[in-house]
């Protein structure tokens, strides 16, 4: 799963966000697709084999397309291990992430899971202004408040359609907001191939002692495809995201990211034929608005801040 937001993009150039060039948004689009695929596939996995173990195969998958990419003779960087604490406690992150996403999956729609992930980028900026002492305007605290009432529209909290899954959901998304910012803190001060291959190794090795409690062979053809598709899925994602970050910034790129709603809706219904609820709409619509404005705003600052910067 990939919420808009600051993912491990390369450090880029302090240049006012514009248009995103076409080159830049089809691997974007591509790659919201692909988590929406993957997202899917793993609820499918989750109704075949316990959830540790299809986590599992997702990294174990990831680790050895990682290994042979970014191989110790043609990347010997990627294989310093720097910030090692830093480095698994953001891996540590994504497993939690990882679990919890695929259990909620479990019981819930993928549009429903997907939805309250996207509050994933105003929790950024919240946790931006606790631990980093970044300033936001009133505007953007409105924006995150108006996104949080957007996932108690999804959840409905205290009302008989409340899941208890919904709360994996929110630690999925949790989880994901703390990675993103380690993530931005190592993305200038370690190897990026170094930062790829501990996350997918760290998870393998970390699932492997509660994997041996629940280990089931996958029992057919298609089970294994599942599987594979899903470690494959992941990395080339990541790798679309990291293309698109080559050809825009961050911020110029993370509104589209909401075209994942889209992807997931179409392929829940194609595969499970589920249909969200209004609920789900109208909650996923509040937080996407929020978000598109929470952008906005950052867009705005970064202006000011840009001309004042060039006035002095």
């Given at each position: 799963?990939?919420?808009?937001?600051?993912?491990?993009?390369?450090?880029?150039p302090p240049?006012?966000?514009?248009r995103?060039?076409?080159?830049?948004?089809?691997?974007?689009?591509?790659?919201?697709?692909?988590?929406?695929?993957?997202?899917?596939?793993?609820?499918?996995?989750?109704?075949?084999?316990?959830v540790?173990?299809?986590?599992?195969?997702?990294?174990v998958?990831?680790?050895?397309?990682?290994?042979?990419?970014?191989?110790?003779?043609?990347?010997?960087?990627?294989?310093?291990?720097?910030?090692p604490?830093?480095?698994?406690?953001?891996?540590?992150?994504?497993?939690?992430?990882?679990?919890?996403?695929?259990?909620?999956?479990?019981?819930?729609?993928?549009?429903?899971?997907?939805?309250?992930?996207?509050?994933?980028?105003?929790?950024?900026?919240?946790?931006?202004?606790?631990?980093?002492?970044?300033?936001?305007?009133?505007?953007?605290?409105g924006?995150?408040?108006?996104?949080?009432?957007?996932?108690?529209?999804?959840?409905?909290?205290?009302?008989?359609?409340?899941?208890?899954?919904?709360?994996?959901?929110?630690?999925?998304?949790?989880?994901?907001?703390?990675?993103?910012?380690?993530?931005r803190?190592?993305a200038?001060?370690?190897?990026?191939?170094?930062?790829?291959?501990?996350?997918?190794?760290?998870?393998?090795?970390?699932?492997?002692?509660?994997?041996?409690?629940?280990?089931?062979?996958?029992?057919?053809?298609?089970?294994?495809?599942?599987?594979?598709?899903?470690g494959?899925?992941?990395?080339?994602?990541?790798?679309?995201?990291?293309t698109a970050?080559?050809?825009?910034?961050?911020?110029?790129?993370?509104?589209?990211?909401?075209?994942?709603?889209?992807?997931?809706?179409?392929s829940?219904?194609?595969?499970?034929?589920?249909?969200?609820?209004?609920?789900?709409?109208?909650?996923?619509?509040?937080?996407?608005?929020?978000?598109?404005y929470?952008?906005?705003?950052?867009?705005?600052?970064?202006?000011?801040?840009?001309?004042?910067?060039?006035?002095?």
């Open positions: 799963m990939s919420f808009p937001g600051p993912s491990a993009p390369s450090p880029q240049v006012p966000p514009t995103a060039p076409l080159k830049a948004l089809i691997p974007l689009f591509g790659s919201t697709m692909v988590f929406a695929c993957l997202d899917t596939t793993a609820k499918a996995m989750s109704y075949h084999l316990p540790i173990e299809v986590s599992w195969f997702r990294y998958i990831n680790l050895l397309m990682a290994m042979a990419v970014l191989n110790p003779l043609s990347s010997p960087g990627a294989w310093r291990f720097e910030r604490g830093l480095q698994i406690f953001r891996a540590l992150l994504l497993t939690i992430m990882t679990l919890a996403n695929f259990s909620a999956l479990h019981y819930l729609q993928v549009a429903e899971v997907t939805s309250i992930g996207f509050l994933s980028p105003m929790v950024i900026t919240l946790l931006s202004v606790i631990f980093l002492h970044e300033k936001i305007g009133i505007r953007r605290v924006a995150i408040a108006v996104g949080f009432l957007g996932v108690l529209l999804i959840t409905q909290p205290g009302f008989g359609t409340f899941h208890p899954a919904m709360l994996l959901a929110l630690t999925s998304m949790m989880s994901g907001a703390v990675y993103n910012l380690v993530t803190h190592l200038t001060r370690v190897n990026p191939g170094s930062l790829v291959i501990s996350l997918a190794a760290v998870p393998s090795l970390l699932l492997i002692p509660p994997l041996l409690f629940v280990w089931q062979t996958p029992s057919s053809p298609l089970v294994w495809a599942g599987l594979i598709f899903m494959a899925a992941g990395g080339f994602g990541h790798f679309l995201v990291m970050h080559r050809f825009a910034t961050a911020a110029t790129l993370a509104p589209y990211g909401y075209v994942q709603l889209i992807w997931t809706v179409v829940g219904y194609l595969v499970f034929s589920d249909v969200p609820s209004i609920w789900t709409l109208v909650g996923a619509g509040v937080v996407v608005a929020s978000g598109l929470l952008f906005h705003r950052e867009r705005v600052v970064h202006a000011r801040e840009m001309a004042a910067a060039t006035r002095s």
